[in-house]
């Protein structure tokens, strides 16, 4: 948008598409006390009932807003409701207000002890920290008075500026008004760009403090796929952008399978799912199958492991929603951000680099073949023409793999790793002979070859699969494929991306599979190139200095297109 006085600022581009409105803030936090206000002791109870009454009140208005609200969104406005009642906190509160502190003061030491609780649990419980703040900033707003912290009303067209979105936040968007999302924390992973991804708008991530020079009001052009937000920029332009953007989401709307280029070379496109519901969904897409079935997902709360015949019953879910197609079910990825009682080492001083994924089963063997006994099973009642494939993650070393295919091809399984060890790139003309297909897990591919943790907002510039380095990865490893006659898939984010989709399958890739809402933006711009562009992105892309490089040489050779 060059423009003499345009000033642009950068952050991670998490879904693609642009937007030209003013900007609105998300209403500010309250202010925090830092020393409480003494209650006498025969005001306490009266205390403690006129901080229950402001919980009442902000839950009943949760449950309002989930009452009027579907799926997603109403589910997570029923647990933020939840966590407002939740009698544990409450205790707390209470503890702290017997004590002699004021009712807001007694709210924000409740809930720091339990922050520091689900900090120290790590993994997907410290990111849930986020909701518990928000719980306590809307109780100490209804407290005192004042409007609840949050989304503010709007009328017209708008660009939603934040710290970081609360969960009850991002799950009620009106994307009637918001047309796209900055935030100045957050990563690729965090919650405002899942649900960004959901509700399919535009969303840049972990844009710094900079973020903050942006007064209301202030008329912003924002590119999704180059994470840019940019300050006076020129008019027609933006608008001529936000029109071919529109344009070009209108094909999404219209594409229909099978993928394929512009001149007709064909690859998978599949979903990622994490159980029967998710599968039930990616099959109301033009999805031909399913790429990564995240079996974890169905036992983070699990306090035992599930014997075999319930374990066959999950697993049969999700087939019974593609009964016809392809299914690749991932075994146990627990340990790291996703820790599961019964399979996780209790503490480990670096859990992303500890015993997490295939290395669990090293010491406690029978877990994975418990879990592939239950695969076979559930395998065992889909029709013939079904394939069932299934991969191992963290696959690190060609005797892993080895071993892992024994145990598969024991139980008729068809056998594959994920790619998402840098080692396993390298050394993939050494895995592959043992396997029949393997899946490049880009997220954490970007993890371990950036060495930057896919959760760190401050990181969220490396944590980037442009980033040339896991392209060159992606690249060899899809040389060796060709050799070794073994297909290639993606199935982190950046097959959800779709000019990176491009460059992929410019690369070599025989499929991609993502998440259910990214399929049809994918399938549509495939659909506008053909396999010799797709060829010259993925060039453009992997001789680039940097990820922000890639991403713009590949944007502008696309946009030539046009
Ligand atoms: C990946 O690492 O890219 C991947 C698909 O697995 P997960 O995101 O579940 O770690
Ligand atoms: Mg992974």
């Not at 003494?38 to 009266?46: F, I, K, L, S, Y």
Request: with cysteine.
């Amino acid at each position: 948008m060059g423009n003499a006085s345009s000033h642009s600022i950068k952050g991670t581009g998490v879904v693609a598409g642009v937007a030209y409105a003013p900007a609105v803030w998300v209403r500010p936090r309250p202010d925090l006390p830092t020393v409480g206000t003494p209650v006498g002791e025969d005001q306490r109870e009266a205390e403690f009932e006129r901080f229950t009454e402001a919980a009442l009140t902000v839950a009943g208005r949760l449950e309002t807003r989930a009452a009027g609200a579907e799926g997603n969104a109403a589910e997570v406005l029923t647990a933020t409701a939840g966590m407002v009642k939740d009698r544990g906190w409450h205790k707390a509160v209470r503890k702290n207000i017997n004590s002699g502190n004021n009712a807001e003061y007694a709210v924000v030491g409740a809930t720091d002890k339990f922050v520091a609780m689900f900090e120290a649990a790590g993994g997907i419980m410290a990111e849930r920290t986020t909701d518990l703040k928000d719980v306590r900033d809307r109780v100490i707003a209804q407290l005192r008075g004042e409007p609840e912290p949050g989304l503010p009303t709007v009328t017209g067209e708008a660009v939603l500026l934040a710290d970081d979105l609360a969960p009850a936040d991002t799950a009620t968007l009106d994307t009637a008004h918001i047309k796209a999302l900055v935030t100045e924390l957050g990563g690729p992973t965090s919650h405002t760009a899942i649900i960004a991804r959901q509700l399919d708008i535009p969303c840049i991530v972990a844009v710094g403090a900079e973020l903050r020079s942006i007064e209301a009001g202030t008329q912003v052009f924002l590119d999704g796929s180059l994470g840019t937000v940019t300050l006076n920029a020129d008019e027609s332009e933006a608008r001529q952008a936000v029109a071919e953007y529109r344009e070009f989401a209108a094909k999404v709307a219209q594409w229909t399978g099978p993928a394929q280029t512009k001149d007709g070379h064909r690859f998978q496109l599949l979903a990622n799912v994490a159980d029967g519901n998710a599968a039930r969904v990616a099959a109301d897409t033009e999805a031909e199958g399913i790429g990564l079935y995240r079996t974890e997902m169905s036992f983070l709360s699990a306090t035992e492991e599930p014997t075999v015949d319930e374990q066959a019953r999950i697993y049969g879910k999700v087939f019974a929603a593609f009964p016809e197609s392809k299914v690749v079910v991932r075994t146990l990825d627990a340990g790291s951000d996703k820790p599961i009682s019964y399979a996780t080492m209790e503490s480990e001083e670096n859990p992303a680099l500890g015993v997490r994924g295939l290395r669990i089963a090293r010491d406690n063997e029978s877990l994975l073949t418990r879990q592939l006994d239950a695969i076979a099973q559930a395998a065992a009642e889909r029709s013939d023409d079904a394939a069932t494939w299934v991969m191992a993650p963290m696959v690190a070393t060609p005797s892993e793999a080895k071993w892992f295919a024994r145990l598969c091809r024991e139980r008729n399984l068809t056998a594959g790793a994920m790619i998402e060890v840098p080692a396993a790139a390298l050394m993939a003309d050494t895995i592959m002979p043992h396997l029949d297909f393997v899946s490049i897990g880009t997220n954490d591919l970007t993890q371990y070859t950036m060495a930057a943790d896919r959760l760190s907002p401050q990181l969220a510039y490396l944590t980037d699969p442009w980033q040339p380095a896991v392209l060159r990865l992606i690249q060899h490893t899809c040389v060796v494929g060709r050799d070794h006659n073994v297909p290639v898939g993606v199935c982190g984010e950046a097959a959800a991306d779709p000019m990176l989709a491009g460059v992929l399958v410019g690369l070599g890739v025989n499929s991609l599979s993502c998440a259910a809402t990214a399929i049809a933006g994918v399938g549509a711009q495939l659909a506008e190139l053909t396999r010799e562009d797709c060829e010259k992105i993925a060039d453009l892309a992997v001789s680039a200095e940097s990820a922000a490089e890639a991403r713009e040489a590949v944007r502008d050779y696309i946009s030539a297109l046009a």
